[in-house]
Structure formats: structure tokens, C-alpha cells
């Protein structure tokens, strides 16, 4: 019986900087208090399909 090895894609370090950088600065947003809560999902969805 032969196991095949799976290669793993090739991943760009730059995009996963700024995807980690995004996340950090919406941590420090939330400490800072500066977040909307809203009461469902289509309140949600109105908001993020506005201009």
C-alpha cells in the first residue's frame, strides 16, 4: 500500500501580514471601545452593503 504525500500550497507571507494586522487593529479598536452592535443580521447586512 502507498501513501501519497500532499504538497501544501505555497502561501503569501504578505497577505498573511496584513490579514494579521487587520485582526490586531480590530482588537485595539474593540479595547478602545470603538465597535457597533447591532440588534440582527439584517441590520447587519444594511449595514455592510451601504456605501
Not at 487587520?22 to 452593503?49: C, P, T
Amino acid at each position: 500500500m502507498m501513501s501519497s504525500v500532499i504538497k501544501p500550497a505555497k502561501v503569501d507571507s504578505e497577505a498573511g501580514k496584513e490579514f494579521i494586522e487587520g485582526i490586531r487593529e480590530g482588537l485595539e479598536d474593540y479595547a478602545e471601545g470603538r465597535y457597533k452592535v447591532f440588534k440582527d443580521a439584517d441590520e447587519l447586512l444594511a449595514y455592510l452593503l451601504s456605501p
